[in-house]
């Protein structure tokens, strides 16, 4: 498994057949971000699985439960 910080907002883990991207961005006209994880089979460019949360640690938290991904928030 190898886990990449591509930059302050997102990180690419990657494991066995999945790419999962961890993304931050702005939610517009607010103050708040959103939190997407998009979950790639390796050979495939259409996302698997996604889901948006409003907290960066549920993100982590899905990640974790339902790919046996222990990430390293910081």
Do not use: C, G, H, R
């Amino acid at each position: 498994m190898e886990i990449k910080k591509l930059d302050n907002d997102s990180y690419e883990i990657i494991k066995d057949d999945y790419i999962i991207y961890i993304t931050k961005e702005k939610n517009p006209d607010t103050e708040y971000y959103l939190y997407f994880v998009d979950v790639f089979l390796e050979a495939n460019n259409e996302a698997y699985d996604n889901e948006v949360f409003d907290d960066w640690d549920l993100a982590f938290d899905y990640v974790k439960d339902n790919y046996n991904v222990e990430v390293i928030n910081d």
